[in-house]
């Protein structure tokens, strides 16, 4: 399967928004009738400060996406780019196409000028935690809760 990356066109927008209820649910755990609205939410708000989605694509499927996104370190005040989101269609997945849209993402930052990439990850995301720690992302800190 031959596959090319580049910015999402406003057909795979659509597409990627009508896939965000699912995407929230796999990613965070969180089963809630809400979970399209929120993620649209949180796209949007992205979106308006100058992310991105870059895209892998067929000649005629969107595969999947990382929202190419930026934040700042509260510690150091630096600014950092941030991996807002990584998804792949189940019927692409295990074939790579994940940690290439990843790594095409990180050829994105640096580019743009970072030299600092982060993301957040849920615990209970094995698998995705694998393929960060393969391509190469270490632990900054972790984030931890209790019910009272």
């Not at 969180?30 to 000649?59: C, K, P, W």
Request: charged share 30%; hydrophobic share 40%.
């Amino acid at each position: 399967m031959e596959l090319e990356y580049g910015k999402a066109t406003d057909s795979e927008m659509d597409e990627i928004f009508s896939l965000a209820g699912v995407n929230r649910a796999e990613a965070t755990g969180i089963q809630a009738d809400n979970n399209q609205e929120e993620m649209i939410d949180s796209y949007q708000n992205s979106l308006e400060h100058g992310a991105y989605f870059l895209v892998a694509r067929t000649e005629d499927d969107l595969i999947g996406w990382v929202l190419v996104d930026r934040s700042m370190d509260w510690f150091t005040h630096k600014d950092i780019g941030w991996i807002s989101d990584v998804f792949v269609k189940n019927e692409f997945r295990n074939q790579g196409v994940a940690g290439v849209l990843i790594e095409q993402s990180l050829a994105e930052f640096k580019h743009l000028g970072y030299d600092d990439v982060r993301l957040n990850v849920f615990c209970f995301n094995e698998k995705a935690i694998r393929l960060y720690e393969k391509i190469g992302f270490k632990d900054v800190s972790k984030f931890m809760r209790i019910d009272i």
